[in-house]
Nanobody, 114 residues
Framework: QMQPVESGGGLVQPGGSLRLSCEAP????????MGWYRQAPGKAREFVAR???????TIADAVKGRFSISRDDTKGFTYLDMNNLRSEDTAVYYC????????WGRGTQVTVSS
């Protein structure tokens, strides 16, 4: 495994919650900040959240107060907890490492719909 791998996407009703998981090899998550981006149909990819190796989070204004990012260094996982989901959160969510060049996962689909 040479890149992050996302899981946990799916269909959820408005107001619901999901947890996305990202597994990355140690040579990635030990060294670089990890984060999440998303891309909705017809729109550019946008930043969602970042967590430094020292666990300092940055959350995009569009999801602040609803999303949070965390990591489990014992397992090499980075998580995105999404609460009070809205239809506008529908997108493919990508896990990535802030290396140069960045490491990107292939994405996981999140659909918020009733």
């Amino acid at each position: 495994q040479m890149q992050p791998v996302e899981s946990g996407g799916g269909l959820v009703q408005p107001g619901g919650s999901l947890r996305l998981s990202c597994e990355a090899p140690p040579f990635i998550w030990l060294r670089w900040d990890m984060g999440w981006y998303r891309q909705a149909p017809g729109k550019a990819r946008e930043f969602v959240a970042r967590l430094t190796t020292r666990r300092v989070p940055t959350i995009a204004d569009a999801v602040k107060g609803r999303f949070s990012i965390s990591r489990d260094d014992t397992k090499g996982f980075t998580y995105l907890d999404m609460n009070n989901l809205r239809s506008e959160d529908t997108a493919v969510y990508y896990c990535m490492a802030f290396a140069d060049p960045a490491y990107w996962g292939r994405g996981t689909q999140v659909t918020v719909s009733s």
